[in-house]
């Protein structure tokens, strides 16, 4: 298997910031990301799985660790009746593509997710009121020891999160589909899409929601946007002046920059409604948010 070394991470993620992995294995097979996995144990590196790094901020200075990214067989799609079984690197646009050619729906909801079907399970993405929890029926996950299927329970999946641990890949990914005509299914894609580009920034290169939504009436966003941040910059990162919830690369920005937003947008939404937001983007290579 190959290692590479040097790639840096601001062309693994949507935002476009980060420094080198210190090494990259593009696994193709689930005994190719076992071997990877087993790599990293014998060089003693931390594994960082990324999907299309759609919710991902890594370090400006790189991000020592063993950076895995699923391709090849871990990144296909197969339909078995009304399952999709998809590589954990398979993009949610072509799994979603996939399963309206053969008449499969409930994966609508993923239309404007940005992301991976693997990615979508460690993070629990959802949207619309839905999210993977609904679909997922199993997945595989592999770790140096070998891979097995785990169930939904195991999994424990809920808003944002799941019980994955550090160097625990979900290789492939069993979604629970219903039959539903194409027709319908695009028309609620195209409805979904169109609702998205009139709220969120969809043509900024972004990380997607900063914060989780806290508990209560007010969304993140909203607490933001009262906080009167739309429109602040640091450096090159800009609180999107469409949602207050999302930083954009306005050019040039370092994951620094975002930090430093993200700070002043604790610290202003704590003193403005008393509450501590929680991030949702994950942090690679050392980064971190200070307590209050
Ligand atoms: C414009 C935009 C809109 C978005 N809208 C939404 C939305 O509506 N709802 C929503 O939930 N999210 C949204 N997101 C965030 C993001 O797309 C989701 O969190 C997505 O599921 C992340 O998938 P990814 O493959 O890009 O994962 P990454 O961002 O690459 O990684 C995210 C986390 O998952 C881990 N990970 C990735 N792949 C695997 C794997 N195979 N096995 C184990 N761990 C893995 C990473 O290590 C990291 O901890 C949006 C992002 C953008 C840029």
Request: charged share 25%.
């Amino acid at each position: 298997m190959n290692i590479e070394t040097g790639v840096s991470l601001s062309k693994l993620t949507t935002i476009g910031t980060g420094g080198p992995a210190k090494a990259l294995a593009r696994p193709r097979s689930v005994a190719e990301l076992e071997e990877a996995l087993r790599f990293a144990v014998t060089e003693a590196l931390e594994v960082v799985v990324v999907g299309l790094g759609s919710n991902l901020l890594a370090g400006d200075e790189g991000v020592d660790a063993l950076v895995i990214r699923l391709e090849g067989e871990l990144a296909e799609i197969e339909v078995d009746g009304t399952s999709l079984v998809a590589g954990g690197g398979a993009t949610n646009a072509v799994s979603l593509h996939r399963a309206r050619d053969v008449s499969l729906g409930g994966f609508e909801f993923a239309c404007a997710i940005p992301g991976t079907v693997g990615g979508g399970v460690k993070m629990n993405a959802g949207a619309y009121g839905r999210d993977w929890s609904d679909i997922v029926a199993r997945a595989l996950v592999a770790t140096a020891e070998g891979s097995d299927w785990v169930t939904p329970d195991e999994l424990d999946l809920s808003y944002r999160r799941s019980a994955l641990r550090a160097g625990q890949v979900v290789a492939r990914v069993e979604l629970r589909l219903e039959p539903r005509p194409p027709e319908a299914i695009r028309t609620t894609v195209s409805e979904l899409i169109a609702q998205r580009k009139t709220t969120q920034p969809t043509n900024k290169r972004t990380f997607g929601s900063v914060f989780k939504n806290p508990p209560g009436d007010i969304g993140a966003g909203r607490m933001l946007e009262l906080c009167g941040l739309k429109g602040n910059r640091i450096g090159g990162a800009l609180i999107s002046p469409k949602h207050a919830n999302f930083i954009e690369n306005a050019g040039g920005a370092t994951s620094a920059d975002c930090v430093a937003l993200m700070v002043e947008a604790r610290r202003r939404a704590h003193e403005q409604f008393g509450i501590v937001l929680e991030r949702e983007v994950a942090f690679i290579g050392g980064l971190e948010l200070p307590p209050l």
